[in-house]
């Protein structure tokens, strides 16, 4: 089936400093979200793109849509202790029946030392 | 309250007992979702249905069934658990009529099968 690659697989930061993830396929998705999930927790959604190249911030966290529409990125900046967790990213490959249902990456597990 | 809720949240069975999962929720939504996590696999999808008299095997379907007894009831079954159906199980929703399939997931149930 289709596949999401996810990098980095986990990462280790000191307090402060700015975070960068991303997805990338072969195929093209009309659809990417982030998500956060805690421990113990379901994943909670972050951001959500909708078009190619659309850029949008919640907080410290940027997402962009990448113009291919192949990939997309999450950077979060100046890092804190309550940002660990395992971030995954999910893309819609199109609309309608199954394959509108989402494809999800294998998460980047974020941890920061304070 | 919690807008997807799911019971129990912790289950420790036994090998061929049959166990059901519960997923509730009060978005409205008509979309709603099983997902199972495993570490390393990321999020596998089990069923989905579209609306009430629509149900559909995702991924990993063997060895589970579903009922949807109402728009905003969804349950998982396992007819005889065996123990490498110990994982972590998410229930998500998500609205027809909001673009990309954007889902919103419920906190989990942890999953024991010795």
């Known amino acids: 089936g289709q596949q999401l690659n996810q990098s980095p697989q986990s990462m280790f930061i000191q307090e402060g400093e700015d975070v960068s993830m991303n997805c990338t396929s072969s195929?093209?998705?009309?659809?990417w979200l982030w998500y956060k999930q805690d421990p113990g927790e379901g994943p909670v959604l972050l951001i959500a793109?909708?078009?190619?190249?659309e850029l949008t911030s919640n907080g410290r966290l940027t997402a962009q849509f990448g113009i291919t529409r192949k990939d997309s990125f999450l950077n979060i900046s100046a890092s804190i202790p309550s940002d660990v967790g395992i971030y995954f990213c999910?893309?819609?490959?199109?609309?309608?029946?199954?394959?509108?249902?989402?494809?999800f990456g294998k998460g980047t597990k974020l941890s920061v030392k304070p | 309250d919690a807008d997807v809720t799911q019971t129990p949240r912790n289950r420790i069975t036994k090998t061929g007992k049959r166990i059901m999962l519960e997923c509730s929720q009060t978005?409205?939504?008509?979309?709603m979702y099983w997902y199972r996590q495993d570490p390393g696999l990321g999020l596998r999808l089990i069923y989905y249905?579209?609306?009430?008299?629509?149900?559909n095997k995702g991924e990993i379907s063997d060895g589970y069934s579903v009922s949807r007894q109402a728009q905003a009831k969804f349950s998982l079954s396992l007819e005889s658990a065996i123990p490498n159906q110990t994982a972590l199980y998410f229930c998500?929703?998500?609205?027809?009529?909001?673009?990309?399939?954007?889902?919103?997931f419920g906190p989990g149930t942890r999953l024991t099968v010795l």
């Open positions: 978005k409205g939504h008509d979309r």
């Open positions: 999910a893309g819609q490959l199109a609309y309608g029946g199954s394959q509108g249902n989402l494809i």
């Open positions: 998500a929703t998500s609205d027809f009529l909001a673009p990309g399939d954007t889902q919103y």
């Open positions: 793109l909708y078009k190619a190249g």
């Open positions: 249905s579209f609306d009430v008299k629509d149900i």
């Open positions: 195929s093209i998705f009309n659809t």
